[in-house]
């Protein structure tokens, strides 16, 4: 086994392609949530200009899933909960951003397919959990 081999961390942000892959998936995300009328309601709830979420939402996934830990860091003791606790998250909204999210990654340039599916599966469960929603009513 190479010396760089030994190194590479084997984490989620790896494994689907690092900073890049995360790039194009919240730029997919937040591509389909202001164009597409299905993610009305979604899109309702943010400001106009994208651009701020966009980076905060890259640095915030990558993190989460291994890589560089930016917006922990920047934004201790907090979590994607306390972030979004007094947004009015309903069954609706929810269920759009995690139906975004999911179309996304589906459609990302990631370097492991399975990697991405089951992160959009587990993001699906946490936006669907922060309106109350069972994670088997999916």
Known sequence: ?????????????HI???????????SRFYDLMDSDP??????????ADLAGMRDALTAFLSGWAGGPRDWFEANPGRCM???????PIDSTTAGQWADAME????????????MADELGAHLGR?????????????
């Not at 086994?1 to 942000?13: L, V």
């Not at 689907?16 to 919240?26: E, K, L, N, S, Y």
């Not at 299905?38 to 400001?47: C, D, K, P, S, T």
């Not at 179309?103 to 399975?114: G, L, P």
Request: overall charge positive; aromatic content about 6%; glycine content about 8%.
């Open 1 to 13: 086994m190479s010396d760089t081999a030994k190194q590479t961390p084997r984490t989620p942000f």
């Open 16 to 26: 689907m392609g690092g900073t890049m892959a995360f790039q194009d998936i919240v």
């Open 38 to 47: 299905a993610y009305a309601e979604l899109r309702a709830m943010h400001g």
């Open 81 to 87: 909960f306390s972030v979004h606790g007094k947004m």
């Open 103 to 114: 179309r996304a990654i589906a459609a990302a340039d990631v370097a492991n397919r399975d």
């Open 126 to 138: 946490m936006a669907r959990s922060m309106a109350g929603i069972p994670a088997n009513a999916a």
